[in-house]
């Protein structure tokens, strides 16, 4: 008899915490992810639907639902939702100006139980052609670049930097964009491998500055297939390589060699390619100021208009004299232009300044 008394008191027990637990509102979400998939820009606000029953026994109200941009949107009806009912959150998301993939979050607070949840969204905005055009302005039909140089800046000899251009996938398919014919000192390679439709992906490299013998404005192209079946489009690596120098002992910065160059500019004047059938020539001065030899390890110029005239690598100059540089300039080269306006980088071993640049400037006229 006092068995199954003690039996009553417990399940009348368990039966009050019952009640207790499910006491107030209880918000079960039926999901509480969804993906967009991919979608086009142009199609405006895509929109979906979060939904929670109130598995309580009191009304279920939304206290607030914020999202963690500006581009995504939730929005619900105030009006308490009864036990058994169905609360309905719809979510908006702008994809204007950002294509490329998402992911999304929603805060959501509620007077129920939980008080507080997560939604989330993900999805992939293939981009609209504006949107586009002003990321990534190199259009190569299905793939979109954000440059065609991929520019290092200074590279101590010895090391390693690197350095990626942005790339976009404007199809509806996944590709696989590769690079062929790098230059020996360039590693590269693509990631992801598989770009999915509407995503970015980079390519991603790196110089290896010990692998060239060259100094100063080092250039190199390689080949870049945006497709399996597309034709290849020529990109290009571009770097200053400077000597290292923070080895050097106090009594041999004493000793170093200064560069000295004089002018900085050359001005050419007015030019007509048109009356012009030899190049145009000009000079300057690289004058060893210091003690130990000047090494003069590149002059260089970028513009295919302007050549340097039989200046080998690594010359030496020794402290106190000079070398004479003849620069020309080649009219055929500036036809369509309206000024001339290179840089030479003069490259050497002098601690204090070892690149320095000389202007050559000139009016194109008709």
């Not at 100021?289 to 513009?303: E, H, K, T």
């Amino acid at each position: 008899m006092r068995t199954i008394f003690l039996r009553s008191i417990a399940a009348a027990a368990a039966c009050t915490i019952a009640v207790s637990a499910s006491a107030g509102a209880v918000a079960r979400w039926l999901e509480t992810e969804h993906n967009f998939g991919a979608f086009d820009e142009e199609m405006g606000v895509a929109t979906c639907e979060f939904k929670a029953v109130n598995d309580g026994d009191e009304p279920l109200v939304v206290v607030n639902a914020r999202a963690n941009c500006g581009c995504t949107r939730p929005s619900y009806s105030p009006e308490p939702v009864m036990p058994g009912d169905t609360l309905v959150i719809t979510v908006g998301y702008d994809p204007e100006g950002r294509p490329g993939r998402f992911t999304k979050y929603i805060k959501v607070e509620t007077n129920g139980n939980p008080g507080r949840g997560e939604l989330k969204i993900t999805g992939t905005v293939i981009g609209a052609a504006n949107s586009l055009r002003s990321r990534y302005p190199i259009d190569l039909g299905a793939v979109k670049l954000r440059d065609k140089v991929v520019a290092y800046g200074e590279v101590l000899k010895g090391k390693t930097l690197g350095a990626y251009i942005e790339g976009y996938n404007a199809t509806a398919e996944p590709i696989t964009p590769r690079v062929d014919n790098l230059p020996p000192y360039i590693t590269a390679r693509i990631e992801p491998e598989i770009v999915p439709p509407g995503e970015q992906f980079i390519i991603s490299t790196v110089a290896h500055s010990e692998r060239t013998n060259q100094w100063g404005v080092v250039t190199g192209d390689f080949d870049f297939y945006p497709t399996d079946n597309a034709e290849p489009i020529t990109l290009s690596a571009v770097m200053i390589i400077k000597e290292d120098f923070s080895t050097l002992t106090p009594q041999q910065r004493q000793n170093a060699p200064v560069a000295d160059i004089e002018p900085t500019k050359l001005d050419l004047g007015r030019i007509d390619p048109s009356s012009m059938t030899s190049p145009l020539s000009a000079s300057f001065e690289i004058k060893n100021s210091g003690n130990d030899p000047l090494i003069v390890r590149a002059i260089a110029c970028v513009d295919n208009a302007v050549t340097i005239d039989n200046i080998k690598p690594d010359i030496k100059i020794k402290g106190g004299k000079s070398l004479k540089v003849t620069v020309k300039v080649d009219p055929a080269q500036l036809a369509g232009r309206t000024l001339l306006n290179a840089r030479i980088i003069v490259t050497t071993n002098d601690p204090e300044d070892p690149s320095q640049t000389v202007r050559v400037v000139g009016e194109i006229t008709k």
